[in-house]
């Protein structure tokens, strides 16, 4: 089906540039500065002790 | 239990029990000259069982439409309990193995107590029986909580729980019988697979369908780690147990797979086990339960998200860390040990956000046994993920393989990490689950906490003196270069380790007893009405104005 070669070409430049690219967005992600607000009520959100579903 | 269903979801219920016990009659009859036989009377057994207790329920009367304003907590009640009775079976037949280790004669001479077929009892029992019904319970409570939406429906989540514990029974009892797939990890055979499949995808659907209904617009972190959980565990399950039975009245199949192929997919399957049974969804746990008793929010919520994804897409490729010096291609093999030790970097920062989240709230974590127990696992978690990362490096790899090392180092992980954080939980999640100020004896969580502790540190020391020593001895050559020791020397090597871990593993099983036993009085006793405050009793706080803890 795929020979070894094959595999390892895939891997060393589609794989490696695809792990590269989502570790990128990854870390855009999490230090974009408008998503700070909404992490940090996330993180707090939770401590709220009300156990009721919001209606 | 069936008090909560609707008329319709009674009748639905009815439905999928009686289709159950069928399917069950048609396994006997078609098996009744195989294990197969065996395997449907359970079944079916199982399913009558159900009925009867339905229709014992049928005429209750059905649940107000006010249920909607509460979250849906039953199932969660449920899995835990049934969470606690496969901890306290599967560390007994856990520490009965060591014992047998120690003196062969304790299989009291009978085919279905050989070490063969218990030692799986004991694995499925502890790892699917105790951690998957703790996942179980912990996961409908926290995504309810951080979406602030009720389950979507009161039956789905029952089927699951009852269904997944189907499962584990069918597994359990087809050990001891001798069926088995010979697949670490992955032992049940085909139609065992076939309906956990079923029971997996209904839990899939109904955490989609609790996110789509929301109303917290962020999906909280601990719900990524669950999600993941329960997603790729469906395509490892699936991909591994492709296979061909011998008939539809045989419980024997045959691999899609053969030779080295079959062996890499086998530990593809079981490594991503670890990274998304053991690990993601007990992570799932910590990142809500620790900063919740806590009182604090998780130190950093960015690096919650990086590791999320830096954890996912690593554990994918290190199972070949599984297979060194085999018939494996080098390649594929050095490819695993590099994902292997990247993977230390998301993993020390996971054990390192939990332990910074502790930082203020040092007192509480020496006053309470259950915050501590989060805190022990957090540092566990750090210990055996190095570890892990350093025995996946193939030189140290070709001293640790075979020898009990390994064994210390997943004992390291589940007593010490996945065990330690789900007692924490559970100690949490009961008292708010059944409306308690506390549990029942703080002394007793106290008591609990200092026996698994000792017992997981005596386990692990155990194992790690006799896996080296074991290694050593397989590999010392004398003057004329042949091997000095035989085999059966480094077998008797063992034997005062194996004596020291099955009291190690006693220990840890006394602690969970300790553990039933006061989450019974904790269940039993009445809620003190008298010095609640509104913050004890959640209900009593009015919608729109939540209650502070001291954290914040």
Request: proline share 4%; net charge neutral.
């Amino acid at each position: 089906m795929f020979d070894h070669d094959t595999l390892v070409w895939v891997s060393k430049s589609f794989g490696l540039f695809y792990l590269i690219a989502l570790s990128l967005i990854v870390v855009a992600y999490a230090y974009w500065p408008s998503n700070r607000k909404t992490f940090d009520r996330a993180a707090r959100a939770i401590l709220i002790d009300e156990d009721k579903p919001w209606e | 239990m069936i008090g909560q269903l609707t008329r319709n979801e009674r009748q639905g219920a009815l439905l999928i029990l009686i289709a159950l016990a069928i399917l069950g009659l048609a396994m006997a009859a078609v098996g009744r000259d195989d294990p197969l036989g065996g395997q449907g009377a359970l079944v079916m057994v199982a399913a009558l069982a159900g009925l009867f207790g339905v229709i014992s329920r049928y005429y209750a009367p059905e649940p107000g439409p006010d249920r909607v304003s509460r979250y849906y907590d039953e199932p969660s009640k449920v899995g835990i309990i049934i969470a606690m009775g496969w901890v306290v079976f599967g560390l007994f037949i856990g520490d009965w193995v060591a014992w047998l280790l120690v003196d062969p004669n304790l299989t009291f001479h009978a085919a279905w107590s050989s070490f063969g077929r218990i030692r799986p009892v004991h694995t499925t029992s502890v790892i699917f029986g105790f951690g998957g019904n703790a996942l179980i319970a912990t996961s409908f409570y926290v995504m309810q909580r951080t979406s602030r939406a009720r389950l979507p429906d009161q039956l789905s989540p029952l089927f699951v729980l009852f269904g997944y514990n189907l499962f584990c029974v069918l597994a359990v009892a087809g050990y001891m019988m001798g069926i088995t797939q010979s697949k670490e990890y992955a032992e049940p055979e085909w139609y065992a697979d076939i309906w956990l499949v079923v029971v997996w995808i209904t839990y899939f659907v109904i955490y989609l369908r609790t996110l789509a209904r929301r109303k917290e617009k962020h999906i909280y972190v601990a719900n990524w780690y669950y999600l993941a959980f329960i997603l790729v565990v469906a395509v490892l399950h699936i991909v591994n147990n492709l296979a061909v039975p011998v008939s539809f009245g045989h419980a024997r199949s045959y691999s899609l797979f053969s030779g080295v192929q079959d062996a890499m997919t086998e530990w593809w399957y079981g490594h991503n086990a670890v990274a998304f049974f053991l690990t993601s969804g007990f992570l799932g746990m910590l990142y809500y339960y620790l900063p919740k008793v806590a009182g604090r929010p998780i130190f950093s919520y960015r690096m919650s998200i990086i590791n999320f994804w830096g954890i996912t897409f690593f554990y994918m490729w290190a199972g070949s860390h599984h297979l060194h010096y085999t018939a494996l291609p080098q390649w594929v093999q050095t490819l695993g040990m590099t994902f292997s030790l990247m993977l230390l970097v998301p993993s020390w920062a996971s054990a390192g956000n939990a332990l910074l989240t502790l930082n203020g709230a040092w007192h509480k974590v020496r006053d309470d046994a259950t915050l501590r127990f989060m805190m022990v696992a957090a540092v566990f978690y750090g210990l055996a993920t190095f570890e892990g990362s350093f025995m996946a490096i193939r030189p140290v790899n070709s001293l640790s393989h075979y020898t009990d090392w390994t064994i210390g180092h997943v004992h390291a992980g589940a007593l010490g990490w996945v065990a330690m954080i789900t007692f924490g939980s559970i100690y949490a999640s009961v008292p708010w689950l059944w409306k308690r100020d506390g549990m029942f004896s703080p002394r007793l969580v106290e008591v609990h906490f200092w026996l698994a502790v000792a017992g997981t540190v005596i386990y692990v020391m155990a194992m790690w003196n006799s896996g080296i020593v074991q290694g050593l001895m397989w590999r010392t050559y004398n003057d004329s270069g042949t091997l000095a020791y035989s085999f059966v020397d480094s077998v008797v090597a063992m034997h005062p380790y194996y004596i020291a871990r099955a009291i190690g593993g006693l220990m840890f099983l006394l602690g969970s007893l300790v553990g039933c036993y006061n989450i019974w009085l904790t269940i039993r006793t009445a809620p003190q009405v008298a010095g609640r405050t509104a913050s004890e009793f959640p209900d009593a706080a009015p919608i729109g104005a939540p209650v502070l803890q001291p954290g914040e």
